[in-house]
């Protein structure tokens, strides 16, 4: 199939240092206790694998030199041992009390932030991006936070800072211990790293496919009415087995690059180091100390030695934590286009009157739409966007909610320049009600009040009554509580457009926006929301895309767009007698579909006429037509 080649591109190192500037901005922020968690842990590790260790070696030192241990001598050594261990158990549990509240914290800011990022994005965004895609990397980059956090804690300061501290208890035994062991630490880093970053492009590799797997897993599940009306079971089966083969493929690969190449070389030089220890100790031991120089210095080099072989793991939790992290940063590197002004202005219309001054658009990558589009629509007016598919109408009300940034020209309401606006502000004067309402997966009640959330219940009823969707609410099993499913499975079409028109009468907007607002309503239910529109518009200054003509024929005014112009304006009278392309459009929907033979149009407007052999047209024209009560 050909979206198994489908691969999104691994992040890249600018995504991967954005990501690690965000993380080290959380402990920044968080400072207070990330001192404490990073620290504390380290000083736990100096007192039980150095200090006590330490005591031992004097212990052992001791009794070489007098040939043998009895219990007066040998007690201070005892008590310090286990002063130490308990002291060293204490400070941990208080960086380990801070570490969990730096991780819960920051975890808790990452995930409010990251949503707060991708709520900023162009409507576009979400277009060229999976949504189970999208919520993975999400939740991972604030998720991974806690592993990355927890691997500096724990393996890189909770290891490095007590091994400064063995450093220096090495270099007051013999200098050449100190430098025999961070020689062969440097040689060992110098010959990994090109291995490490070999790996790292492995990791991104299956990252990206670990997130091709979830975006099909979403969009599969979101569309599974879909896959099963065409069969398609099989074939997205076996599209999800190929995207995880291929991910177990490259999660195989970077894993057994980390164990065959990575580690098999750490491992010899981890056990040449431990040797070497152990030669300079004896070689250099001086007369009385040789014993605990030798034990101190194998004890020394074996923690030491141990941080080295734990290399390749400290870098591939690191390593995964910030590719993970990477992959919704990555997302960050081109901001949204849509931003509000750096000083936006104060919503003050002088009405409600809609302009478009030389308005060009055009979508990336793509012809101009618009090319100096001018159209000016009086407060109060109700007009009606009409014409061929494509031509337009859809994206001019989607410039007017700023879901795109216009590439020339103006926008105005009252007046006032939109993108002069904040997007909230503009947004607060317009109700939306799109061809495609898009319901949430939660109570009929919550989604109607969605355009006004602090709406009582009283206002929530009548708002579903004015849209008549008190009518089909009743028979629910719980009303008005009923969850409707993921994007409102659980309602028909026309069940979710009644909703969304009434969160357009709850939300009360100077302006209203209509696209195909009846198109998925049967005749009768057509008939009872064409009133509660024409309640809806009274007073409201009201763009309406209509596919069926008849649906706007009672216009004050319609607009026929044809290939991003406008060709004619005027009533629907005025326009019939020009016969211009309206014109036309009229004739072709009221004999039938272009292309078309005459008997499927005679056999279509036969099945449309209802029992009292009006026409659907006519009765929509009738119903549009008669008086705002």
């Given amino acids: ?26 402990l920044r ?65 208080v960086g380990q009390h801070c570490l969990n509240r730096v991780d819960a914290l920051g975890m808790e800011h990452l995930y409010v932030s990251g949503m707060d990022e991708l709520l900023a994005k162009d409507a576009a965004f979400f277009h060229d991006n999976f949504a189970g895609s999208l919520t993975k990397r999400v939740l991972s980059y604030g998720k991974r936070f806690e592993d990355f956090v927890d691997t500096v804690t724990y393996r890189i300061v909770g290891s490095l800072v007590p091994l400064l501290f063995g450093a220096v208890v090495l270099w007051s035994y013999e200098p050449m211990l100190v ?61 999800h087995r190929s995207r995880v083969a291929d991910s177990r493929r490259l999660t195989l690969r970077s894993w ?32 009385g100390q040789g014993v605990e120089e030798v034990v101190v210095a194998f004890t020394y080099y074996s923690n030491a030695t141990q941080i080295m072989f734990e290399f390749n793991q400290i870098y591939r939790r690191l390593e995964s934590s910030m590719t993970e992290a990477a992959q919704f940063t ?9 931003l509000d002004a750096e000083a936006p202005e104060p919503l003050a219309p002088r ?46 009300t989607r410039l007017l909610l700023r879901m795109s940034d216009i590439d020339h020209g103006r926008i105005l309401i009252g007046g006032q320049d939109i993108s002069r606006m904040r997007q909230a502000d503009l947004r607060s004067l317009i109700a939306y009600v799109p061809q495609e309402p898009a319901m949430f997966h939660r109570s009929l009640r919550d989604n109607i009040a969605f355009a006004r959330p602090g709406a009582t219940d009283e206002e929530i009823h009548a708002a579903a009554a004015a849209a008549h969707v008190t009518e089909f609410a009743e028979q629910l099993p719980d009303g008005f509580a009923t969850l409707v499913g993921e994007r409102g499975v ?28 009846t198109s998925a309503l049967d005749s009768e239910s057509e008939l009872l929301v064409q009133d509660a529109l024409w309640r809806l518009m009274d007073g409201r200054t009201a763009l309406v895309v209509a596919h069926r ?50 008997e499927s149009e005679n056999d279509e407007s036969e099945s449309d006429q209802p029992e009292n052999g009006e026409s659907q047209s006519d009765q929509s024209e009738v119903a549009l037509e008669r008086p705002v009560a």
Avoid: C
């Avoid at 694998?49 to 212990?59: D, F, G, N, S, W």
């Avoid at 308005?359 to 990558?365: E, I, M, Q, R, Y």
């Fill in 1 to 26: 199939m050909g979206t198994t080649q489908t691969r999104g591109p691994a992040p890249g190192r600018s995504a991967v240092l954005l990501a690690l500037r965000h993380y080290g901005r959380e």
């Fill in 29 to 93: 922020r968080l400072r207070r206790l990330a001192l404490p968690a990073l620290l504390l842990p380290a000083v736990g590790n100096i007192g039980i694998r150095y200090v006590a260790p330490l005591l031992i070696a004097k212990l052992a030192g001791q009794a070489a030199d007098e040939g043998g241990l009895a219990l007066g001598p040998a007690l201070p050594y005892v008590l310090g041992f286990g002063v130490t261990l308990l002291l060293a158990e204490a400070v941990w549990r």
């Fill in 179 to 239: 430098v025999g062991l961070f020689v062969m630490i440097a040689l060992t880093v110098a010959a990994a790293t090109p291995l490490i970053r070999r790996r790292q492009r492995l990791v991104n590799d299956r990252e990206a496919a670990i997130a091709r797997v979830s975006g099909h897993v979403a969009d599969s599940l979101m569309n599974m009415e879909t896959i099963r009306a065409f069969a398609a079971e099989q074939r997205e089966a076996a599209e």
């Fill in 256 to 287: 057994d690059y980390g164990n065959l190449r990575v580690d098999t070389l750490i491992a010899p030089m981890s056990v040449l180091t431990n040797v070497l220890g152990l030669l300079v100790a004896i070689a250099f031991g001086g007369p």
């Fill in 330 to 338: 990555e997302l960050l590197l081109d901001p949204p286009t849509v």
């Fill in 351 to 396: 009405d409600t009157g809609v302009r478009f001054e030389a308005v060009t658009f055009a979508h990336a990558g793509t012809k101009p739409i618009f090319r100096g589009l001018g159209l000016d629509v009086p407060a109060g007016a109700r007009i009606g966007l009409v014409g061929r598919s494509g031509g337009g109408k859809t994206t001019l």
């Fill in 490 to 517: 659980k309602l028909s079409g026309g069940q979710r457009q009644r909703v969304a028109l009434a969160r357009a009468v709850l939300r009360d907007a100077p302006i209203l926006l209509l696209d195909e607002a």
């Fill in 549 to 598: 003509l008849s649906t706007v024929a009672g216009m004050d005014r319609l607009v026929v767009l044809d290939r991003g112009r406008v060709v004619e304006q005027g009533t629907h009278k005025e326009l019939l007698a020009t016969d211009g392309a309206y014109a036309r459009l009229w004739q072709h929907q009221s004999g039938g579909f272009l292309g078309e033979s005459d």
